[in-house]
C-alpha cells in the first residue's frame, strides 16, 4: 500500500522473537537518514484499540475464539484508518509491531480457526491494506520461552499458552510468508541482534529505493 509515498513495514513474530528490540534499531537509523517514522502497534494503536487491548490480553476467563478474532479485526479496522493510511498518505514511514498476519497465526491456526476466513475478515476490516515490506523474525518456541521466562514480567493472556499452541503459530507464520515470499523478509530470531538489524536495512534500503 503505497498511496502517498509512505512506506509501510510490519514485524511479526512469535512472543520474545526480538520485535520490539529490531523496531527500535530500525526506526534509529530510518530517523537518522531524515525520514519521519510513525510507530505503532496492534492490538492497541490506537486510543479504541488500548480500550480493545486490554480486554483481549487482560481479561481474566475465556473469550470465545471468533469474538477474539473479531476483536482484533476491531482493532485493526479503526488503526488502519485512523493511524496508518493518514500517515502514508502523508509520506511518512509507518513501523508497526504486528498486523493481520499475527491474526491468521494466533487466531488461525493457534486457535485452529480457519485461516483463509481470518484473512478474509481482516483484509475487509482494513479494506484491503497490505504493507510494503513484512520482517518475520522467527525463533522456535522453546528459545522463545526461554527469553520470556528470563524477562521477569507477567504473561498476558497467549503468551501463558502453551508451547504447542506456539509452535502452530510458528508453522502458520512460516506458511504466510512462503504463500507471499515478495513481502515477507525471514530471519532468524536466534542471530544476534545486530545482525538481524544489518538484514533488515538492507532490504528497507532497497525498498526506500
Ligand atoms: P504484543 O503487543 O507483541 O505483546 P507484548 O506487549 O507482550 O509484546 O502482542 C500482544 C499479543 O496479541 C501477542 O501474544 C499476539 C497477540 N495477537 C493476536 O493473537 N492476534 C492479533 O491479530 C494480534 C495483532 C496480536
Avoid: C
Avoid at 5 to 14: A, D, F, H, N, P
Avoid at 24 to 44: F, I, K, M, Q, Y
Avoid at 161 to 172: C, L, S
Amino acid at each position: 500500500m503505497n498511496s502517498g509515498g509512505g512506506v509501510w513495514i510490519t514485524l511479526e513474530g512469535g512472543d520474545g522473537s526480538g520485535k520490539t528490540t529490531q523496531s527500535n534499531l530500525l526506526a534509529e537509523w530510518l530517523e537518522g537518514a531524515g525520514r519521519t517514522v510513525v510507530r505503532t502497534r496492534e492490538p492497541g494503536g490506537s486510543e479504541v484499540g488500548q480500550l480493545i487491548r486490554d480486554i483481549v490480553l487482560h481479561h481474566r476467563g475465556d473469550i470465545a475464539p471468533r469474538a477474539e478474532a473479531l476483536l482484533y479485526a476491531a482493532d485493526r479496522a479503526h488503526h488502519v484508518s485512523t493511524v496508518v493510511r493518514p500517515a502514508l498518505e502523508r509520506g511518512e514511514v509507518v513501523l508497526q509491531d504486528r498486523y493481520l498476519d499475527s491474526s491468521v497465526a494466533y487466531q488461525g491456526a493457534g486457535r485452529v480457526l480457519d485461516g483463509d476466513e481470518i484473512r478474509d475478515l481482516s483484509l475487509w476490516a482494513a479494506e484491503g491494506a497490505l504493507p510494503d515490506l513484512t520482517v518475520l523474525l522467527d525463533l522456535s518456541p522453546e528459545a522463545a520461552r526461554v527469553r520470556l521466562d528470563s524477562a521477569d514480567k507477567p504473561f498476558d493472556r497467549l503468551e501463558a499458552e502453551k508451547n504447542d499452541f506456539h509452535a502452530r503459530v510458528r508453522d502458520g507464520y512460516l506458511g504466510l510468508a512462503a504463500a507471499e515470499p515478495e513481502r515477507f523478509l525471514v530471519l532468524d530470531a536466534a542471530a544476534a541482534p545486530d545482525v538481524i538489524a544489518a538484514q533488515i536495512r538492507e532490504r528497507v534500503t532497497a525498498l526506500l529505493g
